[in-house]
């Protein structure tokens, strides 16, 4: 079992609004780059991914002539607990306007927040979720492995999660800043020693 994990804490929610599984784009990139390089590998090419703005993948013709080549992914949010999700949950057939038929696969890059999990109906129908409001805890009963606990992860803060150049960027926009108010205040203070200079000249 292959673990596609960005070394972060992610906050994970239910919602059955959404009928998929919305992931952190740092961990759905290398999982669906995983899944793409199988299938080319056993010379298949009908996966049609977007890794960049949508984070997306589907493909044409009905879910059932490829359901054989995907396997079950495993979700890991407690313990050395890993929760099951079959192809069938995370499969979904769709008709286009023009009665085309397409696979949507029901596992997203989540665009809005990168340190969330969103668990809709395709992880949801997989268990029995059992909600606690009262004390703001759940349970979940269903198919699950035990994998390697690998230890508590850090919080993701806004430096870590930020491009190596904004930080570089925003470090060399001080320095120019502080230059340009040091040079300004060196221009007054020669001004000022000029004014006085020319003071003792009229003496």
């Not at 054989?68 to 050395?80: C, G, I, P, Q, R």
Request: proline content about 2%; hydrophobic content about 40%.
């Amino acid at each position: 079992m292959t673990s596609f994990d960005d070394g972060f804490k992610n906050n994970g929610i239910f919602d059955s609004f959404y009928s998929g599984i919305h992931m952190p784009t740092t961990e759905w990139v290398p999982l669906f780059q995983a899944i793409q390089a199988n299938l080319t590998g056993n010379g298949n090419n009908y996966l049609i991914c977007d890794m960049t703005v949508t984070y997306t993948c589907y493909f044409r013709g009905t879910c059932s002539i490829h359901i054989s080549d995907f396997e079950s992914v495993y979700f890991n949010f407690y313990a050395d607990r890993a929760y099951e999700v079959k192809p069938a949950n995370y499969l979904l057939d769709y008709t286009d306007s023009t009665g085309a038929n397409f696979c949507q696969i029901q596992l997203f890059g989540n665009t809005k927040n990168n340190t969330e999990y969103i668990l809709g109906d395709s992880f949801m129908e997989s268990f029995y979720v059992i909600l606690n409001y009262e004390n703001n805890a759940f349970a979940l009963n269903g198919n699950y492995v035990s994998v390697y606990q690998v230890g508590e992860k850090a919080n993701r803060d806004a430096i870590s999660s930020s491009p190596l150049w904004i930080i570089i960027g925003a470090v060399a926009g001080v320095l120019v800043l502080v230059a340009i108010i040091g040079c300004i205040v060196v221009r007054q203070k020669n001004r000022r020693l000029q004014a006085n200079l020319a003071k003792y000249d009229q003496l």
